[in-house]
T-cell receptor, first 115, second 115 residues
Framework: GAVVSQHPSRVICKSGTSVKIECRSL??????MFWYRQFPKQSLMLMAT?????????EQGVEKDKFLINHASLTLSTLTVTSAHPEDSSFYIC???????????FGQGTRLTVV | AQSVAQPEDQVNVAEGNPLTVKCTYS??????LFWYVQYPNRGLQFLLK??????LVKGSYGFEAEFNKSQTSFHLKKPSALVSDSALYFC?????????????FGQGTTLQVKP
C-alpha cells in the first residue's frame, strides 16, 4: 500500500511556542490530506481537510488560527500548532489516499506534549 | 448524518478462539466501510474494506468482515485469535466513494487476546 510519513513522532515544547508537524505522501500524490486529533483511548476526531493549493477546510469547533494547515505541494501538508498550551497535548495523525475508491493511509502519528 | 457505532469498548478472547468486533453504521446512500487497527502510539493500519461486491470481505492478517445491509452491520471477524492481535480496532465509513471523502470513525474497540 501507499506510504504516508509523519514527522516528528514525538515532540515536547514549552507553553507559548509553536510546533510544526509534517505529513508526506512518499510514493503518490495527494491533493487532499486529513488531520486528526486523538485523545487517549478515544476515537479520531477530524480537525481539518487539507487541500493542495487552497485553504484548508476546518471542522466545527477547530480554531483555524491556532491550528495552521499548509498544503503547498502534492506530497506535503503541515500542521502548525501556534502558541501551544498544555490542553493542546494530544496525538495528532494525518492521512491521505492515492486512488478512489480507496482506503486512506495514515502517518505514524505525532505525540505532542506541551509543558 | 453519517455515523458509525462500535457498541463494545473492549472484547476479551482466549488465544485460538474466534473473535468478533462489532460495527454498525448509518449512512444515506451506499456505504463505503473500512476496518483499521491501531497499536500503541502508532498510526492506523488498514485491514480491509467493503466498497461493492461480495458481502464477505477478506483482509490482512487473517481478518475478514461481513457486510450485512439489512442489519446495517460490518462486523470484523477472525477464526483463531492471536495474542499479537491485541490492539485498538476502528470501524469507519467514508462519506464519498473517492479518497477525498471524509472518514467517520467509530469509538474504537480494544481487543485483548489472552494466552
Amino acid at each position: 500500500g501507499a506510504v504516508v510519513s509523519q514527522h516528528p513522532s514525538r515532540v515536547i515544547c514549552k507553553s507559548g511556542t509553536s510546533v510544526k508537524i509534517e505529513c508526506r505522501s512518499l510514493d503518490f500524490q495527494a491533493t487532499t490530506m486529513f488531520w486528526y486529533r486523538q485523545f487517549p483511548k478515544q476515537s479520531l476526531m477530524l480537525m481539518a481537510t487539507s487541500n493542495e493549493g487552497s485553504k484548508a477546510t476546518y471542522e466545527q469547533g477547530v480554531e483555524k488560527d491556532k491550528f495552521l494547515i499548509n498544503h503547498a505541494s502534492l506530497t506535503l501538508s503541515t500542521l502548525t500548532v501556534t502558541s501551544a498550551h498544555p490542553e493542546d497535548s494530544s496525538f495528532y495523525i494525518c492521512s491521505a489516499g492515492d486512488r478512489a475508491p480507496s482506503e486512506a493511509f495514515f502517518g505514524q502519528g505525532t505525540r505532542l506534549t506541551v509543558v | 448524518a453519517q455515523s458509525v457505532a462500535q457498541p463494545e469498548d473492549q472484547v476479551n478472547v482466549a488465544e485460538g478462539n474466534p473473535l468478533t468486533v462489532k460495527c454498525t453504521y448509518s449512512v444515506s446512500g451506499n456505504p463505503y466501510l473500512f476496518w483499521y487497527v491501531q497499536y500503541p502510539n502508532r498510526g492506523l493500519q488498514f485491514l480491509l474494506k467493503y466498497i461493492t461486491g461480495d458481502n464477505l470481505v477478506k483482509g490482512s492478517y487473517g481478518f475478514e468482515a461481513e457486510f450485512n445491509k439489512s442489519q446495517t452491520s460490518f462486523h470484523l471477524k477472525k477464526p483463531s485469535a492471536l495474542v499479537s492481535d491485541s490492539a485498538l480496532y476502528f470501524c469507519a465509513v467514508r462519506t464519498l466513494p473517492s479518497n477525498t471523502g471524509k472518514l467517520i470513525f467509530g469509538q474504537g474497540t480494544t481487543l485483548q487476546v489472552k494466552p
